[in-house]
């Protein structure tokens, strides 16, 4: 029986729950945030005893390492900024963990923590949700099916399924996230070295086609933006030809998002707004977020694309959200997929200690398994070029 912390208690945190109590093996869940008021309502939604509510800033190590020393795992769905400081909280008291993540510059200095996570025995895995997390597995799977390709291209979007504003978006994760992905460089890999791209361009449109879909296809448009690929470029440095990540939204979204960056939305040089000391992106999230907080079901959009010689291998999943859980697609996509990893720590079912990838160190074809178990089906076709 497996004792798990979940920190965060956000949409993420309730998804990662749900799905861990549906498995007969999971005796606690240790939900952590610091507003008791979101604990509370979290609690009341998921309505089962085995989950326990801890008022706690996980910014604080000796509260954190507390908390965690008589856990299995770990799972982080808190901001990407508290990451470090829960990671060392993780492996001073020997517990497994796996974050959302998000921010390129965190994870790398979760790595940096790898020798310490050996010695003590600790699996930490950073940046798992649906991208970054489970495109890199997916991608790993049709690696390991086909062989090493000249060309990987990943394109993912969550999306709303009827756009309701000018910016042709709703929020389904953190704003903060949102704006990270848009502002940070994109790392990609072109001749095979590894380069970084501006965020927001490679701007390409292409049509998406499902029979679920209004009329059945959907025009899209993807661009490039920060974190998706996490750690592949690193591994396949000098093996894959081109690899890229790009984000799918509906058209026109891009332009936009694109001339808020240009005109200073994005900085963080410490301004005086209203009276009171912020930066322009602190007010933009804020503006941002009122704008775009999502009202209506969305859609989770994915397609991973292997390129060798003369055939194109494609697996595509397109999801919704679900009436009866009335989960969105984002968070089944994401907070599943964290809940199911988190399972393989608390199970061995991952083996090395340290600080670790996910193409390396997860096993595609159990992860896709307990995809489909919780009805995220994958659609995988070759075409001839």
Not at 321 to 331: D, L, S, V, W
């Amino acid at each position: 029986m497996h004792n798990y912390t979940i920190i965060g208690s956000g949409m993420m945190g309730e998804a990662v729950a749900h799905y861990l109590l549906n498995k007969h093996n999971t005796k606690q869940i240790t939900l952590i945030d610091i507003n008791e008021e979101a604990l509370i309502s979290t609690k009341l939604r998921l309505q089962d005893e085995r989950i326990k509510i801890k008022q706690l800033d996980a910014s604080n190590f000796i509260d954190t390492y507390n908390i965690l020393k008589d856990k299995d795992v770990v799972i982080s769905t808190a901001n990407y900024e508290l990451n470090e400081n829960i990671t060392e909280a993780a492996i001073s008291s020997e517990t497994h963990m796996i974050d959302a993540g998000g921010n390129n510059n965190v994870v790398k200095k979760q790595f940096l923590l790898d020798q310490f996570a050996k010695n003590a025995k600790v699996k930490i895995l950073p940046d798992f949700g649906v991208a970054p997390g489970a495109v890199s597995v997916l991608s790993k799977y049709l690696i390991d099916k086909y062989g090493l390709p000249e060309k990987l291209k990943i394109l993912v979007g969550g999306l709303p399924k009827i756009p309701k504003n000018k910016l042709e978006y709703e929020l389904v994760f953190g704003v903060h996230g949102l704006i990270n992905e848009y502002k940070e460089p994109t790392e990609i890999l072109k001749n095979k070295q590894t380069q970084l791209v501006d965020s927001l361009t490679g701007l390409e449109t292409l049509i998406i086609k499902d029979d679920r879909l209004p009329n059945g296809s959907l025009e899209l448009e993807a661009a490039y933006t920060s974190g998706g690929s996490s750690t592949l470029t690193q591994t396949y440095d000098g093996q894959i030809e081109n690899l890229e990540y790009k984000t799918l939204r509906h058209p026109g979204h891009f332009k936009q998002i694109l001339e808020h960056k240009e005109k200073g939305f994005f900085s963080e040089k410490q301004i005086t707004h209203n009276g009171e000391k912020t930066t322009p992106r602190k007010t933009y999230e804020k503006e941002l977020e009122k704008q775009i907080t999502f009202k209506g079901p969305d859609m989770l959009i994915l397609q991973i694309e292997t390129k060798i010689k003369n055939k194109k291998h494609i697996l595509t999943t397109i999801d919704f959200q679900n009436e009866k859980t009335n989960h969105t697609a984002m968070q089944r996509t994401t907070g599943y997929s964290l809940g199911i990893v988190a399972k393989m720590l608390a199970e061995n079912k991952i083996k090395n200690y340290g600080v670790l990838k996910s193409e390396k160190d997860i096993n595609p074809n159990l992860f896709i398994n307990e995809w489909e178990h919780q009805g995220i089906y994958l659609n995988e076709k070759t075409k001839h070029t």
